[in-house]
């Protein structure tokens, strides 16, 4: 370690300071500077000395005495050596403001340095040190601006000064301009190539920035070849190591952290990774030591927050919430901003989730979404918060754009899907099915809860087949895979046994594994109810049974076996499970208003009530199950009121009323509610609005496989009757049979038949109590029912005015048939056992006898006015015969005339078209004889001919009228008017060539042509030998005498 020499005023000697003895007592020291009027940069020396000993209190005490009024007044001309005491002032100041948390403080240390700064600004304007700090101070500050512009200063003067090229390279650096950043350490490094290591370190960081990794690892390797132990090149080139994420490079990153951890234990960044890298491994307990330390060994604010997420997400593994969520906030608070550090914001935004605080985690999730704003964590996070509150439309919107930002994110779509199944389960199960495959393609494990809520959804769109497939994809293999095929083990006795037999299970369980795992418990529950659906009771028994044996306290099963029970009239049965089921919870509220419902079904009021109000006061209340059991039992009651008071009986309604509103205040879409209600107004005769009700209830009702409510139809349709329209009455009862009952429930078809009875379709009435009779041969109510049927459509038919033999006929018969029936049901007449006693049977027959004597005349009467139907009828038969076979006669004859005229016709046409040919033949001939005699006579003939030609014109103008008279004849001058036409045609043709110098000369040919009346006259009189004309045409007499 070195010393100085403070020389000693007025002597020649000097005082020797050592620099690593230097007293304690800064005091001492500046007595002797003071004393000795040493020069100024010995104090510099000296306090530099105590700061880089840790004395910080000492080193400002030396440089704030060393600029002090006195000091600066005597070392007036000591320009340089001031500045620099103040700069390095300034220098400490600025430091301190910048390592400070709170901001007051940080403001004032800033205040102070800017005052030293100031001061060495008024000593020297233009000194580049001065200006260098302030644009450190001013960086520091984060007034990134007026840093480059102080910095500028500096380099406008002295191009290479390094100091303000590293200071502006860091502004660059800050303001995120990473290449000019680069250029600035660069000219630095070529300025000065000895420069510190740090200054590499500054190089690396760029390169690192700008995505250059190989060349920052080369500058960050340079770094550690020029100072070994520099920790922030450690820490770098591990951070490099760690992000490339593979198994060796994972090593080598964490082995150069421990390195950076050993060269300086209290290094915040090597903590924080060595933390995090701790925390992976499960190692909660090293993260916490780590991270704390790092709290103590830093107070920059954002390594500050790291710690702090690391010791949050320690605690956050754990479990421990409130804990976590403490040190999330401390690290948003120390970060200030998500775009600094967003990770505390994400964990705080579930930690908040999870302990129920929905508003302040939206807030900082949607945070997070303002950073990284398709953050798909963030996204699924918000979207299931607004499902939380209600806001499903926004939930939905949030989860769709999640899936369309990763559209491989199965988690996504799950979510999307849960959100969708009450209000659109076609949707619903595309988004899991979309899930499912994604999960496959991925090749995880495909969650037993999804495809459990994809059956399910399935299952309610009476997709019974593929809610099959999909809840024994969830299964698996497993005993139940027998039960479905009927074959466990080959024991046929297996179907057979009670429904509260346990033994089977116990002697199959020493052969075959019966395991069954909790988390398919729910799912093979699902298959049972749907088995039950398919009417498949034994199946669905079976796996009913096996869930109780592995899990006897699973009531739901219970409830299920009762309720199937129920459904086969097993009622004591029934009672029994319920009761089981009760014995494992005494409390269950759906056990008690199941019992509740039997007890009410076998007419045990007292019982009914005790047990529902048992379940009212079970679930204080807030059962809607059980407001509808009491309601209905308040309904019944008013129905079942023996005394019948008026008064007690719309008390009960009013109660029942009552408690059905209540129910719908708070679950206005509850169907069964809405059914009592308007049960409640039909009986107050309010039949529009009930029947309104009981048509929304239907509708709604419809789309749910899980609601069968045949009730609503039976209600709808007694208000049809109530109101007189027995025919849409009619057709609810048979729908109602047909959908829900398979058209085998007696009762539905004894409404039916009371409405054709009231209806006066008596017929109808008679064939719909024979199959309630079919269904229940025993209720002899039915039958009693059956022959007062046929009783009243005999004396209907008895009474009529005008009735047919037949119908009277068939009257007696059914007479015949009730009497027979009145005289069975006489042998077992008993008020008590069947309704009817004796005396009514015996008024019914006495009744029937009595119209069976009294249909023997209306038989006769009705016989003999059809024998006189009969013989009028048949008078009137055979005049209809008569006057038909008179009209075919003459229709007959007229059809033969118009035949005899179509013959005639066709063989005048048919004589006509062969003269027309015989002529045609003659024409032929002529004119091939005709061309060979022909020969031209002169000018003067021609003219001759032409006259010739007018006449025989207006003469072609007669022949044409006598040859509409006479068709024979006009078609043999047609023929000569087309021949003569020729010769004409022939001639002038003929008359051209000679004017033009063509005319044949040759002496072979003769002189004079043969006249046209001539060749005329032989063809006629060669026609002759064929067939003589019967008749000459006025036309040819003409022309003969125009030739004489």
């Known amino acids: 370690m070195g010393c100085v020499y403070i020389p000693v005023q007025n002597s020649d000697e000097e005082v020797k300071v050592e620099l690593d003895q230097l007293p304690r007592d800064a005091t001492d020291i500046l007595d002797i500077l003071k004393a000795e009027q040493a020069p100024l940069n010995l104090w510099l020396i000296i306090a530099r000395e105590y700061f880089k000993q840790g004395k910080i209190e000492e080193f400002r005490q030396i440089l704030e005495e060393g600029s002090s009024p006195e000091i600066d007044e005597y070392y007036a001309d000591v320009r340089y050596d001031r500045i620099a005491i103040l700069n390095a002032l300034g220098a400490y100041y600025s430091n301190v403001g910048k390592i400070k948390t709170k901001n007051s403080e940080k403001e004032e240390q800033f205040v102070r340095a800017t005052y030293f700064y100031n001061k060495a600004s008024r000593i020297d304007n233009l000194e580049p040190s001065t200006w260098v700090g302030k644009g450190q101070l001013l960086l520091a500050k984060g007034d990134h601006e007026q840093a480059y512009g102080a910095f500028k200063i500096v380099l406008d003067g002295q191009a290479e000064n390094i100091p303000a090229l590293l200071g502006q390279a860091c502004v660059q650096f800050n303001r995120g301009r990473y290449t000019e950043s680069l250029e600035l350490y660069k000219k630095a490094l070529r300025a000065y190539p000895g420069c510190p290591a740090a200054v590499r370190l500054g190089l690396g960081l760029c390169r690192y920035k700008l995505g250059q990794l190989k060349k920052a690892k080369q500058a960050f390797e340079r770094v550690l070849q020029l100072e070994p132990e520099n920790v922030e090149a450690w820490v770098a080139l591990g951070i490099m190591d760690l992000q490339v994420n593979e198994k060796g490079s994972v090593h080598e990153g964490m082995e150069k952290m421990q390195r950076a951890f050993e060269l300086y234990p209290y290094c915040a960044m090597a903590l924080n990774h060595l933390a995090n890298h701790f925390f992976f491994t499960g190692q909660h307990f090293l993260v916490e030591q780590l991270t704390e330390i790092a709290l103590v060994s830093t107070d920059h604010p954002l390594m500050k927050s790291h710690s702090y997420y690391n010791l949050a997400r320690s605690y956050h593994s754990k479990g421990d919430y409130e804990t976590a969520g403490r040190y ?218 096996l869930i109780l044996f592995k899990f006897p306290d699973y009531v739901d099963a219970y409830l299920r ?63 809607s199950y059980v407001d509808i059991s009491l309601g209905n039992w308040n309904y019944f009651a008013a129905l079942k009121n023996e005394k019948k008071e008026p008064k007690l009986e719309a008390t009960h309604l009013e109660k029942a009323r009552e408690l059905y509103c209540k129910v719908l205040a708070q679950r206005p879409g509850n169907v069964y509610a809405a059914n009592g209600a308007a049960v409640v107004l039909a009986e107050r005769g309010q039949f529009d609005i009930a029947k309104e009700i009981f048509t929304q209830v239907q509708e709604a009702a419809a789309g749910n496989i899980f609601v069968q409510m045949p009730d609503v139809w039976v209600n709808l349709a007694h208000v049809y009757f109530a109101q007189g329209q027995f025919a849409l009455a009619v057709k609810m009862y048979q729908n109602c049979l047909r959908k829900f009952y398979f058209g085998t429930d007696t009762q539905i078809l004894l409404y039916l038949a009371r409405t054709h009875y009231e209806a006066e379709q008596w017929q109808d009435c008679k064939r719909t109590l024979l199959r309630a009779v079919h269904l229940a041969p025993s ?112 229709e007959e004859r007229r059809i033969q005339m118009e035949r005899r005229k179509q013959e005639e016709e066709l063989r005048r046409v048919m004589q006509q078209e062969e003269q027309f040919e015989r002529v045609k033949e003659l024409w032929k001939s002529k004119r091939k004889d005709r061309d060979d005699d022909d020969d031209e006579a002169g000018q003067a003939e021609k003219k001759r001919k032409k006259e010739k030609k007018k006449k025989k014109k207006d003469k072609d103008h007669k022949a044409y009228d006598s040859y509409m008279e006479e068709p024979d004849v006009a078609m043999e001058d047609e023929a000569n008017y ?44 060669d026609s002759e030998d064929d067939e003589p004309l019967q008749k000459q045409s006025p036309r040819e007499d003409d022309a003969y005498d125009d030739d004489v």
């Open 779 to 890: 209720n002899y109510m039915l039958r009693f029912d059956v022959g007062v049927a046929m009783q009243k459509f005999s004396t209907s038919t008895l009474q009529k005015q005008k009735r047919t033999a037949d119908e009277v006929r068939q009257a007696v018969s059914e007479l015949k048939n009730a009497l027979r029936v009145f005289s069975q049901l006489s042998v077992v007449a008993s008020p008590h056992t069947h309704g009817f006693d004796e005396k009514k049977i015996e008024l019914h027959v006495d009744y029937c006898k009595h119209l069976l004597d009294a249909a023997k005349v209306h038989r006769e009467a009705a016989e003999r006015e059809e024998q006189q139907s009969r013989q009028k009828l048949e008078v009137a038969r055979q005049l209809v015969l008569a006057d038909e076979a008179k009209r075919k006669a003459d």
């Open 328 to 545: 999330y906030m401390a690290s948003v608070k120390e970060s200030q901003r998500p775009q600094d550090f967003v990770l505390p914001y994400f964990g705080l935004g579930q930690v908040q989730m999870k302990l129920g605080d929905l508003k302040s985690s939206l807030s900082n999730f949607e945070q997070v979404l303002e950073v990284q704003p398709e953050n798909c964590e963030s996204l699924k996070a918000v979207g299931h918060i607004y499902a939380q509150q209600g806001q499903r439309e926004k939930a939905l919107e949030i989860l769709r754009k999640a899936t369309r930002i990763d559209p491989r994110d199965a988690h996504a779509f799950i979510k999307m899907g849960e959100l969708l199944i009450s209000s659109d389960p076609g949707a619903a199960i595309d988004s899991l099915k979309t899930a499912k495959s994604l999960l496959k393609k991925s090749r995880e494990e495909v969650p037993i809860e999804l495809l459990n809520n994809i059956g399910v959804l399935h299952f309610e769109r009476d997709e019974l087949e593929l809610a099959q497939q999909t809840f024994m994809e969830a299964l698996g293999n497993g005993i139940w895979v027998e039960f479905i095929n009927k074959s466990p083990s080959g024991n046929s006795a297996l179907f057979s046994v009670s429904f509260r037999d346990m033994e089977f299970f116990h002697r199959l369980e020493e052969g075959v594994s019966l395991e069954l795992p909790w988390d398919k418990v729910t799912t093979l529950f699902n298959l049972a109810r749907l088995f039950e659906q398919l009417h498949d009771t034994e199946k669905a028994t079976l796996l009913y049974r």
């Open 978 to 1021: 087309m021949s003569d036409k020729a010769e004409a045609d022939a001639e002038n043709a003929q008359d051209l060539l000679a004017a033009a110098g063509l005319e044949d000369s040759d002496d072979g040919e003769t002189n004079s042509p043969v006249s046209t009346k001539s060749r005329r006259r032989r063809a006629y009189t």
């Open 561 to 623: 076996l009762a309720a199937m029970a129920q459904a086969r009239n097993e009622i004591q049965l029934s009672l029994e499970l319920i009761g089981d089921a009760l014995k494992v919870d005494n409390n269950s509220i759906n056990a008690l208003c199941m019992l509740g419902n039997m007890e009410l079904k076998t007419d045990d009021w007292l019982k009914a009530k005790e047990t529902i109000k048992t379940a009212q006061s079970v679930s204080d209340g807030k059962d």
